[in-house]
């Protein structure tokens, strides 16, 4: 089957012109009081122009993947919607099943993505785009690229509303680092939950931190969250801990008195996650084969499977290790490291690899400068630090230590971690800018310091007899 035909480079050019005519419009109406939109239709050309990218990479290069196969079978239930509207009504609002195969003829085609709910979550979305993109592969990427786009745009908006003098580094954490524009950006389960995740974070920000809009605020969290849970549980276990450690530094950032605040927050603390473990035993049923008491057996089965002959070449090994507490300790340092900053450049088999090596030289570039300037001690203050950056370095880290953990191939390595990237680059930059901002203050101190004791010897001088 063809993807990508005539009608894509015909009526692809409209689509951009609409929704960039529109986007505009947004930009001119809010850009006044809100500055941050002055990057708004570049931020989303560069989103838009790695979706098309995904496109023509699986098109060409690969010969097809589950993006495409995506697409595919939501191009099957779009026409069993119109030669059997309830039937595709539905597989559209309650998804594929083996019981719901004898729908479909030879005629319409057969999809293949049924036997896995989550899976078959992302045919139901994808569906709803194919049908506004005209049942072609590149109009239909370029929606989901806009439409997903706002969840990430919300999540730098919360960066910006921390930091606001940090827009040129957030925006570089957000939205222009290459990994998150080419897996983040189609018809995948990437977009989808990397998305999700920015909602979730806007969401939770609006609710818990700023108490603005709570209402709609809550309705977005409970949708953002069904959306995570149904495609990659484990994101929101990683998010979780960290969230409720971010509601917990926000309150007692709130407490004037030092010596209550410091009483109060191991407390506070034993209460965050000790609510975060309870709630994720409580969510054992939703979070299926990711629930707490199953999570480090998966662990270990996921990365002795991606270890097998069918992967070889494009996997490495961290050692062996059980599902032990002590057993996944041993091994902890290589997992992080793996996560973070794996693929390395000379790891790298394929230009897509080499490009990853070359985003992961750029992370333990970001890393190695925090750890200097920090003294590598001073580094471990900011895990208790902002609440926002306790948030994101508590769930990049521990998101980063999974993925490490539970993946030995590449190729899955570089697409399983791209909801960690913007919140570990933004820790990054903010660490640093921290750091600098109190060398330059002890420099003045100093330079202060030496200027009123010039003053004083001058003034000395002036008042001694001759």
Same mark, same amino acid.
């Given at each position: 089957?063809?993807? =990508? ?8 050019? =409209? ?53 495409? /196969? ?199 603390? =034993? ?22 008491? /199953? ?7 996921? /990365? ?13 090994? =961290? ?138 010897? /001058? ?8």
């Amino acid at each position: 089957m063809q993807l =990508i035909t005539i009608l894509d480079i015909i009526i692809s050019p =409209i689509y951009l012109i609409i929704i960039y005519v529109i986007s505009r419009m947004i930009q001119k109406r809010r850009i006044d009081e809100r500055p941050e939109y002055s990057i708004y239709l570049k931020a989303l050309t560069a989103k838009i122009s790695g979706g098309i990218a995904l496109c023509l990479v699986y098109t060409i290069y690969y010969g097809g993947g589950d993006t495409t /196969q995506y697409f595919t079978d939501s191009l099957i239930v779009n026409k069993l919607l119109f030669k059997n509207p309830v039937a595709g009504v539905d597989i559209i609002f309650k998804g594929l099943s083996r019981d719901k195969l004898y729908y479909f003829d030879a005629e319409i085609g057969y999809p293949a993505y049924w036997r896995d709910p989550s899976t078959s979550f992302v045919v139901q979305i994808t569906t709803f785009f194919t049908m506004l993109g005209l049942r072609s592969f590149i109009p239909t990427t370029i929606l989901v690229s806009w439409v997903s786009f706002i969840g990430i745009w919300n999540l730098y908006r919360v960066f910006l509303n921390e930091f606001p003098k940090m827009a040129k580094q957030m925006s570089i954490a957000v939205f222009f680092i290459p990994s998150l524009l080419f897996w983040g950006s189609g018809i995948l389960k990437d977009t989808i939950t990397l998305s999700a995740t920015g909602f979730f974070v806007y969401a939770f920000y609006s609710t818990f931190i700023i108490r603005r809009n709570v209402i709609r605020s809550l309705i977005m969290l409970f949708l953002a969250g069904y959306v995570i849970i149904t495609v990659k549980a484990y994101i929101l276990i990683a998010l979780l801990p960290g969230a409720l450690i971010w509601l917990t530094g926000s309150i007692l950032s709130g407490i004037k008195g030092k010596f209550v605040k410091y009483a109060m927050t191991p407390l506070f603390l =034993i209460f965050a996650l000790g609510g975060a473990y309870i709630l994720l035993m409580n969510m054992g049923s939703s979070l299926g084969k990711f629930s707490a008491d /199953q999570i480090l057996e998966r662990a270990v089965i996921s /990365q002795r499977d991606l270890k097998s002959d069918w992967y070889r070449g494009n996997s490495f090994d =961290i050692g062996e290790f059980d599902s032990s507490i002590g057993s996944i300790l041993s091994v902890s340092h290589k997992a992080l490291a793996a996560g973070a900053f794996r693929p390395f450049i000379l790891e790298a088999n394929n230009l897509m690899m080499f490009i990853s090596g070359l985003e992961n030289l750029f992370f333990l570039f970001l890393f190695i400068r925090v750890l200097w300037l920090t003294k590598v001690v001073g580094f471990f203050r900011y895990f208790v630090g902002h609440p926002l950056l306790s948030f994101s370095l508590i769930f990049s880290v521990f998101f980063l230590f999974s993925v490490g953990l539970s993946t030995s191939n590449f190729g899955s390595l570089v697409r399983y971690k791209i909801p960690a990237i913007p919140f570990f680059a933004a820790s990054m930059y903010i660490i640093t800018a921290e750091e600098k901002r109190k060398r330059l203050s002890k420099k003045f101190e100093f330079a202060n310091e030496e200027e009123e004791a010039a003053l004083l010897r /001058q003034s000395q001088v002036l008042q001694s007899p001759a």
